[in-house]
């Protein structure tokens, strides 16, 4: 497996904060891998000499303060998570040295802050609500001294017995804390590779990749640039940047022509109450703006492999909609609208993305118009000259439960016949399965403990990648389902979160990641 950009701190995603050792040996960087911490903590310690991952500590809470000690290599966080009625932390010791990691849990109040008074005294600093219901979100705080000879071989027992007792009530004036000696990580992160003849920039999670017959990969992003373009060596050959106007990308997609010369990307403009998209097309030799094409609703693209594909209303608002659906649109490869689909009110739960599929399929949903849209039975359909045909249930037993959701699917064709592999994401978990096609009949399944979020086919394999806790590569066989192998997306002692996949023509898979890279693997 190989990183593209393989340049250093990738496992950092969106820098927070920066800390080094006393004895500049250690960098401690407070990250999350997307843009987004979830809640949860984390933070990726390296070796300035090399620069090169060490270790990983995540935290069971948001980060709120770290401080390396003095004169020791030891670290010190504090966290913090909850709501205006309860907050929970803990306090943290981390010896990068042996790894010795030194854990105390808090009960009923957060570590809001801590800082080191001199090589035997820590001082901490605990939230906790004010419960007050007719003017809540206040905190109070409270302070103690913790002193300890050698905070290498403090104890989880020592350090919570010397935190307990006695916290002082205090004021906090935050304007006036000591500034880190790191005030713009990002800035300090890109220097200290310069300084080594490397660059770092950060680089937001991978939302869309799409792998190009002549080697190079297509890249859509979560935020920062609209659309990147990476040589089969790892280069970025060119990029272009998000507009201006853009309201939200999130989920955004990609239509690569069948002579791939140019792509199609949805770009989402307007307000959270009237989303409307731009489908701009821009050539892949440069990067240079070729068309653009207006449209009323948020957008889902799918697309057949004689080149025909289709901008479905995508709409997800809450209560619902306000106005009826509009029809989704037919399109050519250079733009020209060919029919209009009466596909019917829509939300991400009817995401179903098919790759390398001859017809436009779409799921549809079934019952009234007083059943919630997510609630809805749901068909799988196919789109064609003489409208919409409906071919099978995506439920293929009732225990599913009624509020499926959609995901990946690839359209395939070998000895056990045509088929769809498809996820669904039931109330008992994610499933892969794999239908007959036209007529929908389950060949194999397999229900998973993780969300799949990409999948694709090249020969006889099937591959999908599983993200949450699994963070891998599933390669099974196409015909019968057989699991060939697991592999975990681990490389340089960190593993990936896989966003996307995408097989590209000599068998080579591209994976997009959370942590804003591509993973190329054979």
Known sequence: MRLIPDDPFPETGHPLTVRVSADGRWLAVGCAPGGHTGG?????????????????????????????????????????????????????????????????????????????????????????????????????????????????????????????????PVEIDWHARPKPTVTDPREYLAGLAAERGRSWTRRPAVVVAEALRDGRTLVARRSDTLLEC???????????????????????????????????????????????????????????????????????LASRTDGAWAARDSRELFPGPLWPPYPGVVLTPTGRQLATLPLGESDSSYDFPVRRSPQLLFLQGAGGKDVRTELREKWVVRAGPDGIERLFPFAWRDALGPCLRGGPAVYVDDAAGPGLVHTCTARDGTHLVRRAYPDGAVIWA?????????????????????????????????????????????????????????????????????????????
Do not use: K
């Open 446 to 522: 397999h229900r998973l403990g993780e969300p799949i979020t990409g999948l694709d086919v090249h020969g006889a394999h099937v591959h999908a990648v599983l993200a949450g806790g699994a963070r891998a590569l599933l390669t099974l066989d196409a015909a019968d389902g057989a699991i060939v192998r697991r592999t975990e997306l681990a490389l340089g002692g960190h593993v990936y979160t896989p966003t996307c996949l995408s097989a590209a023509p000599d068998g080579d898979l591209v994976i997009g990641t959370v942590e804003g890279r591509l993973i190329r693997t054979p």
């Open 40 to 168: 949860r903590g984390r933070i990726a310690v390296y070796r300035t000499s090399d620069l090169s991952l060490w270790d990983e500590l995540p935290f069971p809470q948001g980060l709120e303060a770290s401080a390396f000690h003095p004169a020791l290599p030891v670290l010190a966080v504090g966290t913090e998570d909850g709501d205006e009625f309860e907050l929970r932390g803990g306090l943290h010791l981390y010896e990068p040295e042996t790894r010795r990691r030194t854990d105390v849990t808090v009960a009923g109040a957060g570590v809001a802050d801590l800082r080191w008074l001199d090589e035997r005294r820590m001082e901490v600093t605990f939230a906790r609500p004010v419960i007050d219901f007719e003017d809540l979100g206040h905190v109070t705080y409270t302070r103690t001294v913790a002193a300890h000879d050698d905070w290498r071989a403090v104890t989880a027992d020592v350090l919570a017995a010397r935190v307990s007792w006695p916290q002082e």
């Open 230 to 300: 990476w040589s089969p060596d790892g280069t970025l050959q060119w990029s272009v940047p998000e507009p201006e106007d853009t309201f939200h990308r999130s989920g955004c997609r990609l239509y690569v022509t069948p002579d791939q010369e140019s792509v199609w990307i949805t770009v989402r403009v307007g307000t959270s109450e009237n989303l409307r998209t731009r489908l701009c097309r821009f050539a892949l030799a440069d990067g240079a703006q070729l068309a653009e094409i207006g449209l009323d609703f948020p957008v889902a």
